[in-house]
């Protein structure tokens, strides 16, 4: 028996298009989106504060290797698998299951606190969380990519952007200000309270997922439907997810879905982690986030209004990242011979470690990692963008979207494990240069190939679904 694509349940009989058409309407795609991102806000966003750290905050970084890697290893299965879920259960309760998982992931860190002996918590929660960010994510990158008019898309990628990022922003000043009194040179993980107020806020996003609306209740302002009301089963999305690895499409967004996470590792472990004191890590995570939402704002303004043609806009985003790109990472080759040649303690970390307060000492490698923050905004928001205009249809793109983050995901596992494997640190600088230069003119001919200056509703066509209907048009329920 077929099964229906939303569980939230259909649009009540008396369901009529809004009266008038306001930003606050609730079934706008703008209150819905913003309301996204504040649940990404409290969950991934605290999650991202507490991984850019370094080592999940805890002083041996093995720990967060070993636990990212179940992550993104479950990750890279269930975020293929999350758009079939989504299809299958809705936005609400996909969100939901997702976000639970964050807090627990927290937890398990709070616990290895006192229990160090063992990592068998903290791995474990990193694979459900795994598991659930599957879910999590596909769910966003439907809501994302689906419900905005295809003239706003960028905008609104750039909104939910800021306000995912602003708990990366908020999350790093928790360990900032917790911190801020430890010696300068003790080498202790960040404290309790940390962890307690990271899950706080996680358990606050997964509550927001219930007042998330099911796609159908979602109206546009020029009065049309986000998403028609469709229908899926196990074995229909089983076999258009198969057919995933075999769409050119997707094989030309692969190395930058591969990319788009592998540098995290690095980043995080390795400039933030071992440059710095354990408070300035902290307020380095405010201004890394905080990036993000300039970079997001940015390249989503471009995206929208930057020319009259859809595909010129991609192009010339595509070249703004790349020239971007290739200035930051080549910042962070001179950064990296210069870290070779200094003292280290025997972690391997900065003996005369960083702190904010070292004016021109800091200044440099500051502006580096804040770099760094910039460019994954502009990349990652110029993928999300390129995807929302291949397809117009929410069950298409949620498995298109699902694809990327389980490609994402899989590189990740893979960056974390060779930071476990003590890897040269240059060497892992090269190979996230070079895995993101060889994104760029995949990308390009993807906008080239793909991209129509016409509504992209076309391609919903060539997937062989139909245009979006209008409110007035009748909608059947089984």
């Known amino acids: 028996m077929a099964v229906t694509a939303e569980v939230d349940g259909p649009p009540p009989p008396d369901a009529a298009p809004p009266a008038k058409r306001g930003l606050l309407r609730?079934?706008?795609?703008?209150?819905?989106?913003?309301l996204l991102g504040f649940i990404c806000f409290c969950c991934p966003g605290m999650f991202n504060a507490l991984s850019g750290m370094g080592g999940g905050g805890q002083v041996d970084p093995r720990i967060?290797?070993?636990a990212n890697t179940a992550l993104y290893a479950c990750f890279a299965v269930f975020g293929i698998l999350g758009g079939g879920a989504h299809n299958l259960l809705g936005p609400r309760l996909t969100l939901f299951i997702g976000a639970l998982t964050y807090p627990l992931y927290a937890g398990s860190f709070l616990y290895y606190n006192h229990n160090?002996?063992?990592q068998a918590f903290p791995v474990t929660a990193g694979a459900l969380l795994g598991a659930g960010a599957g879910f999590l994510w596909a769910a966003q990158g439907a809501i994302m990519t689906s419900y905005p008019p295809a003239n706003r898309r960028g905008t609104y990628i750039s909104l939910f952007w800021c306000l995912f990022n602003l708990g990366g922003v908020l999350g790093g000043l928790l360990p900032f200000a917790f911190n801020y009194n430890r010696p300068i040179n003790e080498p202790a993980?960040?404290?309790?309270?940390?962890?307690?107020a990271f899950m706080a806020f996680m358990l606050a996003g997964a509550a927001l997922t219930v007042a998330v609306l099911p796609p159908a209740r979602i109206v546009r302002d020029d009065g049309t439907r986000a998403t028609r009301v469709t229908f899926s089963s196990p074995a229909t999305e089983g076999a258009e997810i198969f057919k995933l690895f075999a769409n050119w499409k997707m094989l030309l967004v692969l190395p930058a879905a591969w990319a788009s996470n592998f540098f995290y590792t690095y980043q995080f472990?390795?400039?933030?982690?071992?440059?710095?004191?354990?408070?300035?890590?902290?307020?380095?995570?405010?201004?890394?986030?905080?990036?993000?939402?300039?970079?997001?704002a940015g390249i989503g303004y471009f995206l929208d209004f930057g020319f009259a043609s859809r595909r010129k806009r991609g192009f010339f985003g595509v070249v703004a990242v790349t020239v971007l790109g290739t200035a930051i990472w080549g910042g962070g080759l001179a950064n990296q011979l210069w870290f070779n040649h200094q003292p280290k303690d025997d972690?391997?970390?900065?003996?005369?470690?960083?702190?904010?307060?070292?004016?021109?000492?800091?200044?440099g490698p500051f502006l580096l990692y804040f770099s760094y923050g910039l460019l994954d905004a502009m990349f990652q928001s110029l993928i999300y963008w390129i995807i929302g205009a291949l397809a117009n249809d929410s069950q298409i793109l949620s498995r298109y979207v699902g694809f990327y983050k389980g490609v994402q995901s899989a590189g990740a596992a893979v960056a974390w494990q060779i930071d476990n494997?003590?890897?040269?640190?240059t060497s892992q600088l090269i190979v996230n240069w070079g895995l993101m230069t060889i994104s760029y003119p995949l990308l390009a001919l993807l906008v080239f190939l793909a991209v129509k200056d016409e509504d992209n509703s076309v391609s919903s066509v060539e997937d062989g679904k139909e245009k979006d209907s209008k409110l007035s048009a009748p909608t059947s329920f089984h």
């Not at 993980?189 to 307690?196: L, R």
């Not at 472990?269 to 997001?296: C, D, E, H, K, P």
């Open 269 to 296: 472990n390795n400039v933030n982690g071992r440059l710095f004191r354990l408070r300035t890590r902290g307020l380095n995570n405010v201004f890394y986030w905080g990036a993000q939402m300039i970079g997001s």
């Open 64 to 66: 967060a290797d070993n």
């Open 421 to 425: 494997h003590k890897v040269s640190l």
């Open 189 to 196: 993980s960040v404290n309790d309270g940390t962890y307690i």
């Open 347 to 363: 972690k391997g970390n900065l003996a005369d470690a960083i702190d904010f307060k070292d004016g021109n000492r800091y200044a």
């Open 26 to 34: 609730y079934n706008s795609p703008l209150a819905q989106v913003s």
């Open 116 to 118: 160090s002996s063992s």
